[in-house]
């Protein structure tokens, strides 16, 4: 599978959306495989290096750092 292929299959539309995007409920769907209760890093990170977690009424940002490591902040 080429690199378009997976994009094309991990977003609903083909459209990456930019850093911080929380997934509200107003824009593209994302589908993200897991195996088993485990997942890929690399298919959080692929549209870029911030995710935004909504976690009950709290905010959450997962963010990967240029030495490759994650970082969890309120």
Do not use: C
Not at 38 to 60: E, K, M, N, P
């Amino acid at each position: 599978m080429t690199k378009q292929e997976y994009l094309r299959a991990a977003w609903s539309d083909a459209q990456p959306m930019g850093e911080g995007w929380s997934g509200g409920g107003s824009g593209p769907v994302r589908a993200i495989p897991m195996v088993d209760t485990q997942l890929d890093s690399r298919d959080l990170f692929v549209a870029g290096r911030l995710i935004t977690i909504a976690h009950g009424d709290q905010t959450y940002q997962l963010r990967l750092t240029a030495q490759n490591k994650l970082i969890l902040t309120k």
